[in-house]
């Protein structure tokens, strides 16, 4: 067991080796416009708060940057950036390409021969651009239109090779292709159908209009979501790093722990090439174990390894749940030669590895070789979440989304929750830059959002249930019933309800603001009605509101993931409620 953990520690938190020496000459990391970078590169916020925040961006040779926007509105969908003045800052900002079917979570930003390329929840669409003019002026041509959405994991990131192709990903409607999706228990279904439409990546003509799914080549398979993909120009081949499924503790708690939940399975690092099947929905990439792991809706319990030899392996493995949301293969001059034809990755952030601390909220960066990573993953770019410990995702500052690169071979990072730009340049001696430059970012692979989570000492429920179960007592037992189950007539069940656990979409926020304003009326729960009314719990403080649902949430059979203060507080800010200490 000693090893097992020794081996696991070293698999994810093993630093730089750097002798007594050269650790006297390490230069502190200082933030540069927000974020923390290796020694030698500075950081220049090209944009604030853009109007509708930011997914996935590029950047014309002009200079001239397009941004997809994560809340399109009615004058567009997208966001064009110009720097008239050369202070680095872009003054000229305007929205463009308005389209019926905008969502929040349509991705890909990508310009291509002289045409810009985005995506919708369920279209791929390009513009002619024009160096000349900011806006691009030509007609919004329909390249690929998907018939099945929009659904779970419906974003559409875009690649593009050197023989006229584009591909796209087609995420699965599932997390893990159950006949219930997302019911615990729930076995998955035979052969899973959703395979043929979904859950991989499929080729186009790049230039054909109207294209359907039936239109297109499906390239590879067995790939539940990805966001993050890149053509490697270099060796003419795709590749993507891909979300893991989730939720394994909450769909089979007896098979596996809510620590196992958080740490399980990998974000694979994938190279693409025409037939790859990855494995999902049968198997998953369980990172210490180092093999593929049968997924417990076809029978597995963790351990079984099945036929997970028979698929295509990750080159690279990551921490779960970081969420990559996207890649970029560098070939520009301006950074040192060890980031020569090296991947950058965007990751998102965690979102569900409760009650352990998230992870992730970082660009990374993976030297490559002959097609391979030749090198542990780095941190490159970190700051972002504005402190070391983020325990829900909304208390990360800004999340990285987009990368894209300037013809001088500057770097360029959107987020997603301010809407803030980045662009990365290098300053310093592309000759002398190794190890010692590196140090200091590598040392932070030691904070809460790198390191693997303790099973015991980093449970952030650890300490609050005992608190939760006495305010429950005390505020709702008297008409829930000490078991949850409701009096069966008036006060409805707490346990299995939808209103305590959401859905996919509805998260937290449904059970928090329910606790905060009260509820009067007749609803239905579990389809079942009932008429009755609960008193506002405002005058709790957020800890206690905090702690409470965290327990209920927790138990009665409920197992769904903690509830912070941060998140009470900003239900109650959106309220309009005063905050109680």
């Known amino acids: 067991m000693r090893h097992l953990l020794l081996s696991l520690f070293l698999f994810f938190n093993w630093p730089a080796v750097i002798s007594n020496q050269s650790r006297q000459a390490i230069k502190p990391i200082v933030k540069n416009s927000g974020l923390l970078l290796p020694v030698g590169f500075t950081a220049t916020i090209v944009a604030d708060s853009l109007p509708g925040a930011a997914r996935h961006l590029a950047v014309n040779f002009n200079g001239d940057i397009y941004v997809k926007l994560r809340f399109p509105d009615s004058i567009g969908g997208n966001v064009a950036l110009r720097d008239t003045n050369g202070d680095g800052r872009a003054d000229q900002i305007r929205k463009f390409a308005n389209y019926d079917d905008k969502g929040s979570y349509g991705t890909s930003m990508r310009i291509h021969r002289g045409y810009l390329y985005f ?90 209009l109207n294209q359907e799914q039936k239109d297109g080549k499906r390239y590879a398979t067995g790939l539940r979501s990805v966001v993050a993909m890149d053509w490697n120009a270099r060796e003419r081949c795709l590749y993507v790093v891909a979300h893991g499924r989730d939720d394994l503790h909450l769909l089979f708690p007896k098979k596996f722990s809510a620590w196992q939940s958080a740490v399980l399975p990998a974000e694979e690092f994938l190279k693409i090439k025409e037939g790859s099947d990855t494995g999902w929905p049968y198997y998953y990439y369980d990172p210490f174990k180092q093999c593929k792991i049968l997924s417990p809706e076809y029978g597995g319990d963790g351990e079984k390894k099945g036929n997970g030899r028979a698929y295509t392996q990750p080159i690279m493995a990551f921490q779960a749940h970081w969420a990559p949301n996207d890649l970029l293969f560098y070939t520009g001059n301006l950074f040192p030669s060890r980031y020569k034809n090296g991947a950058f990755i965007a990751f998102h952030g965690a979102t569900n590895r409760s009650p352990y601390p998230q992870g992730g909220y970082f660009i990374c960066f993976v030297p490559f070789k002959n097609g391979k990573p030749a090198g542990n993953w780095e941190i490159f770019a970190d700051g972002f979440t504005g402190q070391s410990k983020v325990i829900s995702a909304g208390e990360a500052q800004y999340r990285p989304m987009g990368l894209a690169m300037g013809s001088d071979g500057s770097l360029y990072i959107s987020e997603t929750e301010k809407g803030k730009i980045w662009r990365i340049d290098y300053k310093g001696n592309r000759n002398n830059f190794g190890e010692m430059q590196l140090a200091g970012m590598e040392a932070r692979k030691k904070l809460p959002n790198f390191k693997l989570p303790n099973p015991a000492l980093d449970n952030q429920a650890k300490g609050i249930i005992g608190r939760g179960a006495a305010l429950y007592r005390t505020y709702c037992a008297g008409c829930h019933q000490q078991n949850g189950k409701g009096d069966g007539n008036l006060f409805p069940p707490l346990a299995g309800s939808e209103w305590v656990n959401g859905g996919p979409y509805m998260e937290k926020g449904l059970a928090i603001q329910t606790l905060l304003k009260g509820l009067e009326g007749p609803v239905k729960v579990l389809n079942k009605p009932y008429n009755s009314a609960m008193p506002s719990h405002a005058f709790l403080p957020d800890r206690d509101i905090a702690a409470l649902l965290t327990y209920i949430r927790s138990h009665f059979g409920n197992n769904s993931s903690m509830v912070t203060a941060g998140e009470v507080l900003q239900v109650r800010q959106k309220l309009g409620l005063k905050p109680v200490r």
Do not use: T
Request: charged content about 25%; proline content about 10%.
């Open 119 to 208: 995506s919708s929840e369920i279209n791929v669409y390009r513009m002619k651009l024009d160096p000349k003019k900011l806006i691009p002026d030509g007609p919004l041509e329909l390249i690929v239109h998907d018939s099945m959405g929009p659904h779970e994991h419906d974003a559409k990131p875009l690649a593009f090779d050197d023989e006229g192709h584009i591909y796209v990903a087609f995420g699965a409607p599932s997390n893990g292709c159950q006949i219930e999706n997302r019911v615990p228990g729930s076995p998955g279904m035979n052969g899973c159908p959703l395979l043929k439409q979904s859950g991989g990546i499929w080729q186009f003509d790049e230039a054909k």
